[in-house]
């Protein structure tokens, strides 16, 4: 058995390790359990963007019925496979009830409250911890082919601008001149002056580089499956070996709520929500700035000589198949936009599964009826945009000192 830790982490994605490291710096002793190599999961190839202005939520008034028409597209941006999966509807009519314009706004402050204290933290985390991952703030902009896409968006800036999530306006012939990646026939864009933008796959590497420094211990391939509770610890059985800890923390992203299961815990209400990417060498014509492609939703962003092309959030379980349609519908997406919307080399096709709970905000906290064990999962996209707050969130939790933000909405007794 294990040297007795304070805290073992299930799961090495970003939120993961990045909790690990505020509990390290809180004093608690720290072991990170990983089924696999670490960073290989949703963490890896995301767009690396951090967006307050990401702040509206997915379930929105008017959702349910562009899900119903796009269920006869599989390349559709938001994408519910049909398919006989009790869980997955259980969890869509939660989803469908929560399209409306009271859940909508109520979840929209307290998801832009979390990102909003994510971003005032990465440049301190990355001063403190000498982070080489490639930050930068940029801003980032959506932009517009269409009038009415604009106007949905418009509509939402003054309840962006009361959380302090500051946008500008740009006409789309202005926006055409200021931006030489863009081909014409923009009509409007919206520029988000606060947002930023890192290379996420580094990220997570600079993560563990500085945890492992600092004497937290990491271990690959060691996959937990199952839980005993004691009085005075919880002891987690895994491939390797059972491993004692006082306090466990479920962070296993998509896989969180099977871990739960197989441990006999509550199920925790999270589907993973299916995202592709596609990497590339640099096209000599990269955007200025991270861009949303909105109404095809495709984030674009590049660092260095690298380029990536991200999208789409598909309901299909834990199929792991590399849909191609998909990916070829991010390609075109991209060329309706872009004057060279596709880099010289092609470097990774990629998929990983976000865990989307039905409110589109993130489960932080103590699990109901369980004293020792904690969840820090469910934050859909926003893994690596929310992470320094989240982590710092479970880490005041776990050592009974004042929180970072009100706690109260991520709590998991919200579902009962």
């Keep these: 058995m294990s040297a007795h830790d304070d805290v073992v982490l299930i799961g090495g994605g970003v939120i993961g390790l990045a909790s690990a490291l505020a509990l ?63 869980a997955l509807w259980a969890w869509f009519a939660q989803f469908a009830a929560r399209c409306n314009a009271r859940d909508w706004a109520d979840a929209l402050r307290h998801k832009g409250a979390m990102l909003q204290a994510a971003r005032a933290l990465f440049p301190q985390w990355i001063a403190h911890y000498g982070f080489d991952c490639q930050f930068v703030e940029s801003g980032g902009e959506y932009v517009f082919r269409t009038e009415p896409a604009f106007n949905r968006d418009h509509a ?105 299961c197989s441990a006999g815990l509550a199920m925790l209400p999270i589907q993973p929500g299916k995202g592709y990417s596609i990497t ?37 379980g834990y199929d792991s198949s590399l849909n191609q349609r998909r990916l070829a519908a991010i390609e075109r997406s991209a060329a309706a936009y872009l004057r060279e919307p596709v880099g010289p080399v092609k470097r990774e096709q990629w998929f990983g599964w976000r865990p989307v709970t039905w409110d589109d905000l993130p489960i932080i906290g103590r699990l109901p009826g369980h004293r020792r064990i904690w969840v820090a999962a469910g934050h859909g996209m926003m893994g690596v945009g929310m992470s320094p707050a989240s982590a710092q969130l479970l880490s005041d939790l776990i050592c009974q000192r004042d929180p970072l933000i009100n706690p109260e909405p991520y709590r998991a007794e919200r579902f009962r």
Excluded at 52 to 70: D, E, F, Q
Excluded at 231 to 247: I, K, L, M
Excluded at 284 to 302: I, K, N
């Design 280 to 316: 590339y060498q640099s096209p000599a014509l990269t955007p200025r700035r991270p861009l949303v492609l909105r109404e095809r939703g495709v984030c674009v962003t590049s660092w260095g000589d690298g380029y990536r092309l991200g999208s789409t959030m598909e309901f299909s």
């Design 24 to 86: 390290l710096d809180a004093g608690r002793s720290v072991r990170v359990l990983d089924a696999g190599r670490l960073g290989c999961g949703s963490s890896h190839g995301n767009c690396g963007t951090v967006t307050p202005s990401h702040a509206p939520p997915l379930a929105a008034p008017g959702t349910i019925g562009k899900v119903m028409r796009w269920m006869l597209t599989p390349d559709a941006p938001f994408y519910l496979q049909p398919r006989f999966d009790p």
């Design 156 to 260: 939402e800036l003054p309840m962006l601008r009361e959380l302090g999530i500051d946008a500008e306006v740009l006409e789309g012939a202005a926006y055409e001149r200021a931006e030489p990646a863009i081909r014409p026939g923009v009509f409007a864009a919206i520029r988000f002056p606060g947002d930023a933008s890192l290379r996420p796959d580094r990220y997570v590497a600079e993560l563990a580089r500085v945890l492992r420094a600092r004497g937290g211990v990491i271990e690959e391939y060691c996959q937990a499956h199952g839980l005993t509770t004691a009085a005075d610890h919880v002891c987690v059985d895994t491939t390797q070996g059972p491993r004692r800890a006082r306090d466990v923390v479920i962070a296993a992203g998509a896989w969180s709520p099977r871990f739960a």
